[in-house]
């Protein structure tokens, strides 16, 4: 079986060393999103803005992938606070309409000190 890397500059680069997805021939394992610009340099605002951006960056690398959020059929999502919770499914939900699985944890912190963190798979 096949594995390649995948990157774009559509999105933001790795924050480590790692790929921003790695594209199987059944399936497309993307890395976790923090909200940063395609130069790396972190989002301010609020929970939805940063949501968006951590989206934005998916959609990027799953099209540099072939593939598209349509195809998402798995996220996981990373808070560091949950009162965030509510706010950061207002955004969510106009990206992943077709409702993939999810699943979404309290973690004591992310990579940059970022409040949010977004992974996902998808089909090819």
Not at 68 to 91: C, G, H, P, R, W
Not at 111 to 119: A, L, N, S, T, Y
Request: aromatic share 8%; hydrophobic share 40%; with cysteine.
């Amino acid at each position: 079986m096949s594995a390649t890397p995948v990157f774009t500059k559509d999105a933001a680069p790795p924050a480590g060393p790692y790929s921003q997805a790695i594209k199987t021939p059944g399936v497309i394992y993307c890395s976790g999103q923090i909200p940063c610009d395609v130069e790396g340099n972190l989002i301010e605002g609020t929970i939805q803005e940063k949501t968006g951006a951590c989206i934005k960056n998916l959609k990027a690398v799953l099209e540099a992938a072939g593939s598209s959020i349509e195809k998402v059929v798995k996220v996981n999502i990373f808070l560091t606070d949950m009162v965030n919770f509510a706010t950061m499914n207002e955004e969510y939900a106009k990206w992943f309409t077709h409702k993939p699985a999810r699943s979404c944890v309290a973690v004591y912190q992310l990579p940059k000190g970022v409040d949010v963190e977004i992974e996902c798979i998808a089909l090819p």
